[in-house]
């Protein structure tokens, strides 16, 4: 390709001919063992791919290295790969001395600016490599779940992702010219912006720095055809560009009528100033490093510009999928890279194909976690649909598991909390048993004042919002506001397993350093700190930041009625937006002060009215023939049933499937069956005929959320006439096969009233019917096993609930 233009930099061009002989200087400074590492640890520049392509023509294997990484962050990588050799600039050299002073290994640096290169005129295809099973690169990832790990890719997997965007789907040409704008030591842009590109024959931009202005020059100066970004570049820029569509009435019209025709010639028509102000040459723009957001790509599409988003990840060089132009599916990742087989496995994408790698450097079991039987195991969530087309749902890792057995997909509930214009960023974790968010508010979009601060903004009109409009499950309990970017890594992932760390610096830094010392203040905050084994702040809202549930909201009713002579029932509570309000209103309306422990016992012995269901003849008729049936259809075996004491008692069984209650019903003696009884949530009996049948087979209706109260009141009465209760403790059915958080509510109803419980082990019941089936599957082992029952003795709530729960633990793991 001669005197052809290979890079640019600035003002200056390099000619093919003058970087493979920059190449050969580079590669003369140094002498390594066949196969052994040299790392590179310097700004993009032109430097950094002459150090690159050395390595490969010495027979090494390149290992970037952030440049922007911490001398601690540097050693780590230092430390697991030995490299005999490092690349550096100028200005890196003082963190890589102190990198390797932290790493305690001995090895040549070579200092980039130091090397006098000479005019000279080389052939690229001087590098040959006879064997491409070798490594090439060792990559390591950019920790977004904690140490990060070196991937080993051969030239084979490069190649891979070479022959399918450059051969196959020919986004690259020799008539390309690609800006080089994201940091190199990522896979994403080192085969995007340098490796394909040059491979191909095209040119190269490197951006002089990030600054927006040297970028522009750069894609106007270039006439740059292909863009690499990542979502957030593309959020911004789109973010520029439609301020100045918004501020004009005519703008926003022809955006509106663009949006209708979708037309790419009118588009570019419409919109030739902004596509000037990229360069007026832009073919693709290509997206990659996270999910792009539908609405990002569809206003992209509008303008006329054509995004091409792609997924993937370092362990698969990178591309998996990639979209082709002209096919374009607007929140979808595109179509498997030719020679790709994708398939879902339990909901999690795998793959097989020649660029998944070749595993973890030194890290044979963290190899084996992923690789399986030559399947990649990404633990990304998703499908692919009927015309080939990727859709992600969600990262497997990231989702959280809440104490009722409920999966939250934590990205589900930002991306709905970022719809906001008052939120520019958001984190979601679980920790304390509840949902919490990290927040960097807009502050351009808050209209803030004195009387109303960025707190109480935020709190009322986006968390109570986004509260309102989700399932009770998903609820923000409590939330952080910080002015600090998220953390992320340098393609811009949030780096979720640091967000607990980050909120709780965050909260230390914006602590008040004055507390209320009135009595009621101190009394109610350490009454709750007991309770949820926390500090207390005057700023926290009894829900969404201590996460107060329905137990716990009886419970402070009880308290505050006790203590203070206040009523305030749970629903009324909440309107009080924080602790110190709360505590201030209960200090003007006491009429007395006389703390007390909440009296459970108390409360069970309230008279409250209550009518027990008929029991028909048919309901144990029906539960006989249950038992029958579930004998035909599965291998069903009971057992224990001499451990249910003559007198009154609570059967507590593990949460399994849909037929659990039935499962433990069938076996019980017919005089058994009429005196027991189940509960059910009101929200699940809503209709007339289902009323009927639950008030004629021993079926309680409760309302749990509005009233857990009298709820519970309602359970002791049933357990004060001497009849039996079955209580789930998990309060859900299982989504895994384990065994969920129990809640304390039937250790109370047990401690209080001096009530056995008989806990029940249920083993196969997921297997036969899991959560979001339909249909049992047949012959499967169904076990239930009646325990010796749990007497409460001098246990405490908790301690109860631990005892019953330990019994069923043991039960199914030495069954």
């Given at each position: 390709?001669?005197?052809?233009?290979?890079?640019?930099?600035g003002?200056?061009?390099?000619?093919?001919?003058?970087?493979?002989?920059?190449?050969?200087?580079?590669?003369?400074?140094?002498?390594?063992?066949?196969?052994?590492?040299?790392?590179?640890?310097?700004?993009?520049?032109?430097?950094?791919?002459y150090a690159?392509?050395?390595?490969?023509?010495?027979?090494?294997?390149?290992?970037?290295?952030?440049?922007?990484?911490?001398?601690?962050?540097?050693?780590?990588?230092?430390?697991?790969?030995?490299?005999?050799?490092?690349?550096?600039?100028?200005?890196?050299?003082?963190?890589?001395?102190?990198?390797?002073?932290?790493?305690a290994?001995?090895?040549?640096?070579?200092?980039?600016?130091?090397?006098?290169?000479?005019?000279?005129?080389?052939?690229?295809?001087?590098?040959?490599?006879?064997?491409?099973?070798?490594?090439?690169?060792?990559?390591?990832?950019?920790?977004?779940?904690?140490?990060?790990?070196?991937?080993?890719?051969?030239?084979?997997?490069l190649?891979?992702?070479?022959?399918?965007?450059?051969?196959?789907?020919?986004?690259?040409?020799?008539?390309s010219?690609?800006?080089?704008?994201?940091?190199?030591?990522h896979?994403?842009?080192?085969?995007?912006?340098?490796?394909?590109?040059?491979?191909?024959?095209?040119?190269?931009?490197?951006s002089?720095s990030?600054?927006?202005?040297?970028?522009?020059?750069?894609?106007?100066?270039?006439?740059?055809?292909?863009?690499?970004?990542?979502?957030?570049?593309?959020?911004a820029?789109?973010?520029?560009?439609?301020?100045?569509?918004?501020?004009?009435?005519?703008?926003?019209?022809?955006?509106?009528?663009?949006?209708?025709?979708?037309?790419?010639?009118?588009?570019?028509?419409?919109?030739?100033?902004?596509?000037?102000?990229?360069?007026?040459?832009?073919?693709?723009?290509?997206?990659?490093?996270?999910?792009?957001d539908?609405?990002?790509?569809?206003?992209?599409?509008?303008?006329?510009?054509?995004?091409?988003?792609?997924?993937?990840?370092?362990?698969?060089?990178?591309?998996i999928?990639?979209?082709?132009?002209?096919?374009?599916?607007?929140?979808?990742?595109?179509?498997?890279?030719?020679?790709?087989?994708?398939?879902?496995?339990?909901?999690?994408?795998?793959?097989?194909?020649?660029?998944?790698?070749?595993?973890?450097?030194?890290?044979?079991?963290?190899?084996?976690?992923?690789?399986?039987?030559?399947?990649?195991?990404?633990?990304?969530?998703g499908?692919?649909?009927?015309?080939?087309?990727?859709?992600?749902?969600?990262?497997?890792?990231?989702?959280?598991?809440?104490?009722?057995?409920?999966?939250?997909?934590?990205?589900?509930?930002?991306?709905?909390?970022?719809?906001s214009?008052?939120?520019?960023?958001?984190g979601?974790?679980?920790?304390?048993?509840?949902?919490q968010?990290?927040?960097?508010?807009?502050?351009s979009?808050?209209?803030?004042?004195?009387?109303?601060?960025?707190?109480?903004?935020?709190?009322?009109?986006?968390?109570?919002?986004f509260?309102?409009?989700?399932?009770?499950?998903?609820?923000?309990?409590?939330?952080?506001?910080?002015?600090?970017?998220?953390?992320?890594?340098?393609?811009?992932?949030?780096?979720?397993?640091?967000?607990?760390?980050?909120?709780?610096?965050?909260?230390?830094?914006?602590?008040?350093?004055?507390?209320?010392?009135?009595?009621?203040?101190?009394?109610?905050?350490?009454?709750?700190?007991?309770?949820?084994?926390r500090?207390?702040?005057?700023?926290?809202?009894?829900?969404?930041?201590?996460?107060?549930?329905?137990?716990?909201?009886?419970?402070?009713?009880?308290?505050?009625?006790?203590?203070?002579?206040?009523?305030?029932?749970?629903?009324?509570?909440?309107?009080?937006?924080?602790?110190?309000?709360?505590?201030?209103?209960?200090?003007?309306?006491?009429?007395?002060v006389?703390?007390?422990?909440?009296?459970?016992?108390?409360i069970?012995?309230?008279?409250?009215?209550?009518?027990?269901?008929?029991?028909?003849?048919?309901?144990?008729?029906m539960?006989?023939?249950?038992?029958?049936?579930?004998?035909?259809?599965?291998?069903?075996?009971?057992?224990?049933m001499?451990?249910?004491?003559?007198?009154?008692?609570?059967?507590?069984?593990?949460?399994q499937?849909?037929?659990?209650?039935?499962?433990?019903?069938?076996?019980?003696?017919t005089?058994?069956?009429?005196?027991?009884?189940?509960?059910?949530?009101?929200?699940?009996?809503?209709?007339?005929?289902?009323k009927?049948?639950?008030?004629?087979?021993?079926?309680?209706?409760?309302?749990?959320?509005?009233?857990l109260?009298?709820?519970?009141?309602?359970?002791?009465?049933?357990?004060?006439r001497?009849?039996?209760?079955?209580?789930?403790?998990?309060?859900?059915?299982?989504?895994?096969?384990?065994?969920?958080?129990?809640?304390?509510?039937?250790?109370?109803?047990?401690?209080?009233?001096?009530?056995?419980?008989?806990p029940?082990?249920?083993?196969?019941?997921?297997?036969a019917?899991?959560?979001?089936?339909?249909?049992?599957?047949?012959?499967k082992?169904?076990?239930?096993?009646f325990?010796?029952?749990?007497?409460?003795?001098?246990?405490?709530?908790?301690?109860?609930?631990?005892?019953?729960?330990e019994?069923?633990?043991?039960?199914?793991?030495?069954?």
């Amino acid at each position: 390709m001669g005197n052809k233009t290979a890079i640019t930099y600035g003002s200056d061009y390099i000619s093919y001919s003058r970087l493979t002989g920059n190449i050969e200087q580079f590669a003369d400074q140094y002498n390594i063992s066949k196969g052994a590492r040299v790392a590179i640890f310097m700004e993009n520049r032109p430097e950094w791919v002459y150090a690159f392509y050395s390595v490969w023509k010495n027979g090494g294997i390149a290992v970037p290295i952030d440049y922007l990484a911490t001398p601690d962050e540097v050693a780590f990588i230092l430390n697991d790969c030995q490299p005999e050799v490092i690349f550096t600039s100028a200005g890196s050299l003082p963190v890589i001395k102190e990198a390797i002073t932290k790493a305690a290994i001995d090895n040549q640096i070579i200092l980039a600016d130091e090397i006098t290169l000479q005019q000279e005129k080389s052939s690229i295809n001087d590098i040959e490599i006879a064997d491409k099973t070798q490594t090439a690169v060792i990559i390591y990832t950019s920790g977004t779940t904690g140490s990060p790990k070196g991937v080993m890719l051969s030239f084979n997997n490069l190649m891979a992702n070479i022959k399918g965007v450059a051969h196959d789907i020919k986004i690259f040409t020799s008539a390309s010219r690609t800006l080089m704008l994201l940091p190199l030591h990522h896979i994403f842009p080192l085969m995007g912006t340098m490796i394909i590109p040059l491979y191909a024959g095209g040119s190269v931009a490197i951006s002089p720095s990030m600054a927006s202005e040297d970028i522009i020059k750069t894609l106007q100066d270039n006439k740059i055809t292909i863009l690499l970004g990542v979502p957030r570049l593309y959020a911004a820029i789109r973010k520029g560009i439609k301020d100045k569509i918004n501020a004009s009435a005519v703008a926003r019209l022809l955006f509106s009528i663009a949006g209708k025709l979708n037309s790419p010639s009118f588009s570019k028509t419409i919109f030739k100033a902004a596509h000037q102000k990229m360069g007026g040459h832009l073919k693709y723009l290509v997206s990659g490093g996270a999910a792009l957001d539908p609405e990002v790509a569809r206003d992209y599409q509008i303008l006329g510009f054509e995004v091409l988003e792609g997924y993937g990840m370092t362990e698969s060089a990178p591309m998996i999928t990639f979209t082709r132009p002209g096919r374009v599916l607007i929140g979808s990742p595109g179509e498997a890279l030719p020679g790709t087989i994708i398939e879902s496995i339990d909901g999690e994408i795998t793959i097989k194909g020649p660029q998944i790698m070749q595993g973890y450097y030194n890290r044979p079991e963290e190899t084996d976690k992923v690789l399986k039987e030559g399947r990649l195991f990404t633990g990304d969530l998703g499908h692919v649909d009927q015309k080939g087309y990727l859709f992600i749902t969600g990262r497997k890792k990231e989702i959280i598991v809440l104490s009722n057995g409920k999966n939250v997909n934590p990205s589900e509930l930002e991306t709905k909390l970022e719809d906001s214009p008052l939120v520019r960023e958001c984190g979601v974790f679980f920790k304390d048993d509840m949902l919490q968010a990290v927040i960097v508010p807009e502050k351009s979009a808050i209209g803030q004042t004195e009387e109303q601060k960025i707190e109480d903004i935020i709190r009322w009109k986006v968390i109570d919002v986004f509260n309102q409009q989700v399932s009770s499950y998903k609820k923000i309990m409590r939330f952080h506001l910080t002015d600090q970017d998220l953390p992320r890594t340098r393609l811009s992932k949030l780096q979720r397993f640091k967000l607990e760390d980050f909120a709780l610096e965050e909260e230390k830094s914006t602590e008040p350093r004055v507390l209320p010392d009135f009595e009621e203040y101190k009394m109610i905050t350490d009454y709750l700190s007991r309770e949820k084994g926390r500090d207390v702040l005057p700023h926290y809202h009894l829900e969404m930041d201590l996460g107060l549930d329905s137990l716990d909201k009886v419970g402070f009713e009880t308290y505050l009625n006790q203590t203070f002579g206040v009523k305030i029932d749970p629903v009324e509570m909440l309107r009080f937006n924080n602790v110190l309000l709360l505590a201030e209103h209960v200090r003007e309306v006491k009429t007395k002060v006389d703390e007390q422990k909440i009296n459970w016992r108390a409360i069970l012995r309230e008279k409250v009215p209550l009518q027990l269901p008929k029991t028909w003849a048919t309901g144990s008729i029906m539960v006989r023939l249950s038992r029958l049936f579930f004998h035909s259809y599965f291998r069903f075996n009971a057992r224990g049933m001499k451990n249910i004491p003559e007198g009154p008692c609570i059967i507590a069984p593990n949460h399994q499937s849909f037929f659990d209650g039935l499962f433990v019903a069938s076996y019980l003696r017919t005089r058994q069956i009429k005196k027991t009884y189940f509960y059910a949530k009101e929200k699940h009996v809503k209709t007339p005929w289902l009323k009927f049948l639950a008030n004629r087979n021993n079926i309680i209706i409760m309302d749990l959320n509005n009233d857990l109260k009298a709820s519970i009141q309602k359970m002791a009465e049933v357990l004060k006439r001497n009849k039996n209760l079955i209580i789930f403790p998990e309060g859900t059915r299982t989504k895994n096969g384990q065994l969920g958080q129990f809640k304390k509510t039937f250790a109370i109803l047990s401690r209080e009233l001096n009530i056995p419980v008989v806990p029940v082990s249920i083993r196969g019941a997921f297997e036969a019917l899991p959560k979001g089936s339909f249909f049992p599957k047949p012959f499967k082992k169904v076990d239930i096993e009646f325990l010796k029952p749990v007497y409460p003795g001098e246990d405490s709530y908790d301690s109860l609930a631990v005892r019953v729960k330990e019994q069923i633990q043991y039960n199914l793991k030495s069954s």
